[in-house]
């Protein structure tokens, strides 16, 4: 595998992707060439965002009014009927796009999630030396990611997310860990994902980036309370309570973390639970332990970031774009240690780049490509980094 047969590879994928999406979307309407609504879960965030730009803040969490909207959008559309659980801080996001009508407000979304997703590609790319002079390579592999493709397909908002981890990524780069931690308590309005990253660093002991982690995401439910009141406050708390009594309507198809992933092999849902609680707690050792040992910035960042992407109990494919991060870092330690580099390091890298292509397999064979891939390139660089401590006391 030559660089140049790699930028072809990528060039590939992204023109042959990106001609369906085109192909699909080329009909006028919100509905696609195959009957589903544009931008298939942006519809519930434009439902959400109208219902907080009309002023029926009592009707956010109201099944019926969330449907009838979204009927009077896409009345004929094949998707199914979406559960009222997202964030109130997401309706407020969105409620200045309900004033557009659905086909214009989905275009301006779109191309917020192509700003920000290059925003953060081209962030990350800065930071990478070895990778510099490979521009074209960069951004056929950017356009081509799976991930990302999904990402737009569905209209989804994990591309702030991923805004919110590189810019979290960057400040521990550049030693402000209390600045990271700032970011990173931005995600709160996907409570999953902040629990999982304070997980992480807690376990990790960067106290500073705990810190930032609270008064960001405190300052944000504290600004949000004063904006949409306590009633509406406690009926998403109360939404939130009753995630675990329907994980199966929220998620009908296994996902991409941990937790799904045992729910799969396991005979039992209280086993299932155990054995996730079990690896997730290792798995926040095993990258808090590369996090304090390994010098390699590239290293003990993908670290993170694969173990909070592992822990994370609702991971579908296209959240699988917050793993960019991981590869241009390792892509950069490539670049830098390439006599270094364990071959099974970049297979599973390849397996995980691919995972969001394959949700036509059967989920058991699909995790392996996901969540499997993702726990031996955690243990891979785990051994990296108690090879690189016994080479250092050895010197």
């Not at 990258?287 to 993908?302: K, L, Q």
Request: with cysteine; hydrophobic share 55%.
């Amino acid at each position: 595998m030559t660089l140049k047969r790699l930028r072809a590879y990528t060039t590939l994928m992204a023109v042959t992707l990106w001609s369906v999406w085109v192909i699909d979307f080329s009909i006028g309407g919100p509905l696609d060439r195959l009957g589903k609504v544009k931008g298939t879960d942006f519809l519930q965030f434009y439902a959400a965002g109208a219902l907080v730009h009309d002023g029926r803040w009592n009707e956010l969490y109201d099944m019926r009014a969330l449907h009838d909207i979204t009927r009077a959008v896409a009345p004929t559309s094949q998707e199914t009927l979406f559960v009222p659980i997202q964030s109130p801080q997401l309706a407020l996001f969105f409620a200045p796009l309900a004033r557009y009508p659905y086909t214009i407000a989905l275009t301006i979304w779109l191309a917020t999630i192509g700003l920000l997703y290059a925003c953060s590609c081209g962030a990350l790319w800065k930071t990478c030396d070895a990778l510099r002079a490979r521009r074209g390579l960069v951004v056929s592999s950017c356009l081509a990611c799976p991930a990302f493709y999904t990402l737009v397909i569905n209209g989804q908002t994990t591309v702030l997310s991923l805004a919110c981890l590189v810019a979290a990524l960057l400040g521990l780069q550049r030693r402000q860990p209390f600045a990271a931690g700032l970011a990173l308590g931005l995600l709160v309005f996907k409570p999953h994902w902040v629990a999982a990253t304070g997980a992480v660093f807690l376990i990790a002991r960067e106290w500073p980036v705990i810190a930032g982690i609270l008064v960001a995401a405190g300052g944000q439910l504290a600004l949000t309370w004063l904006v949409v009141g306590s009633s509406v406050m406690n009926a998403y708390g109360r939404v939130l309570v009753s995630i675990p009594r329907i994980a199966d309507l929220l998620e009908p198809k296994p996902g991409d973390s941990l937790k799904s992933y045992w729910e799969l092999v396991a005979p039992w849902r209280p086993v299932a639970l155990v054995l996730y609680l079990a690896t997730a707690l290792a798995t926040a050792i095993v990258a808090a332990g590369i996090w304090r040992r390994h010098p390699a910035f590239d290293v003990r960042c993908s670290a993170l970031v694969l173990a909070i992407v592992l822990i994370s109990p609702h991971v579908l494919p296209y959240d699988l774009v917050l793993l960019v991060p991981v590869y241009f870092f390792m892509a950069n330690w490539f670049a830098e240690h390439e006599t270094e580099t364990p071959r099974i390091l970049r297979v599973v890298l390849i397996g995980l780049f691919l995972a969001p292509l394959l949700t036509g397999l059967p989920a058991f064979v699909r995790q392996q490509f996901s969540v499997a891939a993702a726990v031996v390139a955690l243990v891979v660089l785990r051994r990296l980094s108690t090879a690189q401590r016994t080479q250092v006391a050895a010197a």
